[in-house]
């Protein structure tokens, strides 16, 4: 039997007085994955993990949590690092997150064993007798996603993570995250860096004005929106005529993109360029970056 979503939203609905802030979205992410929730600001993003997380109710709609619709013990099942971080400056490293922990459901003996152990991790072991508002703000950031992720959670919300850490850092950070999923934690990854979503992410969904416009897989998606473009790289000279035959455009010391027109294919560009014997060291269809995706289709959304 397949195992239910992690997270399934069913016509979710959140308004603030008159502004819909989250508008019937509805999507299921599969167990152990990476989504990345994507979209421009005040898409409803936040709103609409502020619900998962169950810190506010949806208006309308139901969302469900491993197959369950969310109630109240669910979050202890949840880490969430929201973009405000939220730690009380005076108190002392190893306290907060021993406290952190507790609220979480851990032991005692077990919140203060998993408190070193992360710490050890992220080399802040001498920080345990540290006032948290003597740290510096990077180390702040990873003492903040060691509370959420103490208590071993099954989903992980992450809003922004790697912003302000150096990238050391941010690398040790995104090797604990990716630890973390290859032993089983789903991860909900909000960010408006789209080269942290494709280096992270297999799933997104892309929220824009309070709707889902757009999910699925990362490569599917810029497959979807591939519009017919060709990278050629080659030795020697390109045929004199080739610009009466197809549209050369971004040449690079290495080569030259061709964006072909309606009725053309890769391979009438292909066979064109045998004819003409021109020595081809590589030829491959350029597909879309996840930034120009988001930017098509957030602005044909507004345009609309
Ligand atoms: N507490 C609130 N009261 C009134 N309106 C709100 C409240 N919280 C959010 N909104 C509005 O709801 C919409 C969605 O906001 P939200 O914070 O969910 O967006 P977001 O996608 O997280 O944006 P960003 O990327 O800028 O963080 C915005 O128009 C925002 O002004």
Known sequence: ????????????????????????????????????????????KTSLIRMITTITAPDSGTIYF??????????????????????????????????????KGLSKADATAQAHEWLAKFDLDGQWTKPVE?????????VQFIA???????????????SGLDPVNATRM?????????NGTGVIFSTHRMEQVEELCEFIVLINQGKNILEGKVAEIRRRFQ????????????????NERFRLINHTPSGVDIQLVAGQTGNDLLRYLLDQH???????????????????????????
Not at 75 to 95: F, N, S, W
């Open 1 to 44: 039997m397949t195992p239910p979503p992690i997270i399934r939203v069913d016509k979710a609905r959140k308004t603030y007085g008159e502004k819909v802030a989250v508008d019937d979205v509805s999507f299921s992410m599969p167990p152990d994955a990476i989504l990345g929730l994507l979209g421009p600001n005040g898409a409803g």
């Open 66 to 103: 491993n197959g369950e619709p969310l109630s109240g013990y669910h979050p202890t099942q949840i880490g969430y690092l929201p973009e405000e971080r939220g730690l009380y400056k005076q108190m002392y490293v190893g306290e907060h997150l021993v406290y952190l922990a507790r609220l």
């Open 134 to 142: 003597e740290l510096s703000k990077g180390m702040q950031q990873q």
């Open 148 to 162: 959420t992720v103490i208590h071993n959670p099954k989903l992980l919300i992450l809003d922004e993570p790697f």
């Open 174 to 182: 995104r090797q604990e995250i990716l630890r973390l999923h290859a």
């Open 227 to 242: 519009d017919n473009k060709f990278h050629l790289e080659f030795g020697g000279d390109l045929p004199p005529g080739i």
């Open 278 to 304: 021109v020595h081809i060291v590589t030829f491959r269809e350029l597909l879309p970056s996840l930034n120009e995706v988001f930017i098509k289709q957030v602005s044909t959304k507004v345009e609309a």
